[in-house]
């Protein structure tokens, strides 16, 4: 079965930082893979996804994430947060079998202006 | 068009009562799933369906918790009865994939029904 590791928990920038979320799987077969985002009070909505192909993959509001096989990782990354970035992000991986979709525990991101 | 459905919103129940979510997926999808998400915690799954039939269900408390999903449409999860652990938000999550083999799926989310048991 296949596990997601999220080590930062919480995370904390300024304005303008750069952001680096980790994120690694354990599973030896062909996974796809996803960040989902989460606004305070709001429902899990995607950020951005990797079935195959070019390893980096661009999302929604300036997010990308490169997909290192070798490393078993999906890192998360953006250049320059905003204070509207404040939320929870969760990395998931989804084997192609079976289609199961597994969350790692989430990192709180607060952004302060 | 149209996302997943969930009701109801919030539910407040006593323990030992029971309750019901319901959840209708988006049109077409065969793959529906059920998530529990404490706070403070990811989303850990339930139970996952392709169809009326059940794929995954190896993290249901079976002694409380039941769920169907008749003629492959809408789906309902019930807990019978409820313990203060079962605080938390269900959430309902579909998806276009057949089983096995079809890759390169999306899962999308319902906005989740927010229980608390007191």
């Known amino acids: 079965a296949q596990s997601v590791s999220q080590h930062n928990h919480h995370v904390i920038l300024s304005e303008a930082a750069s952001l680096e979320l980790g994120c690694n799987y354990s599973?030896?077969?062909?996974?796809?893979l996803f960040w989902y985002v989460q606004y305070p009070g709001q429902h899990l909505q995607l950020l951005l996804k990797?079935?195959?192909?070019?390893?980096l993959v661009k999302g929604i509001k300036g997010f990308e994430a490169e997909f290192i096989k070798s490393k078993f990782s999906f890192n998360l990354r953006k250049p320059s947060v905003q204070w509207s970035d404040t939320a929870e992000y969760f990395c998931?991986?989804?084997?192609?079998?079976?289609?199961?979709?597994?969350f790692g525990t989430g990192t709180r991101l607060l952004v302060s202006p | 068009e149209a996302g997943v459905a969930q009701s109801p919103r919030y539910k407040i129940i006593e323990k030992r009562q029971s309750v019901a979510f319901w959840c209708n997926p988006i049109s077409g999808h065969a793959t529906l799933y059920w998530y529990q998400q404490i706070l403070g915690q990811g989303p850990k799954l339930l139970i996952q369906?392709?169809?009326?039939?059940?794929?995954?269900d190896s993290q249901l408390p079976k002694d409380r918790f039941s769920a169907e999903r008749l003629k492959g449409v809408d789906s309902t999860l019930k807990i019978q009865p409820a313990k203060l652990e079962d605080s938390a938000v269900y959430l309902c999550a579909s998806s276009l994939a057949g089983f096995k083999g079809s890759s390169g799926n999306t899962i999308y989310f319902g906005e989740g029904s927010w229980l608390t048991v007191v």
């Open positions: 599973y030896g077969g062909t996974v796809n």
């Open positions: 990797y079935f195959s192909g070019d390893p």
């Open positions: 369906f392709q169809n009326n039939g059940v794929v995954d």
């Open positions: 998931a991986v989804m084997d192609t079998g079976f289609q199961k979709l597994v």
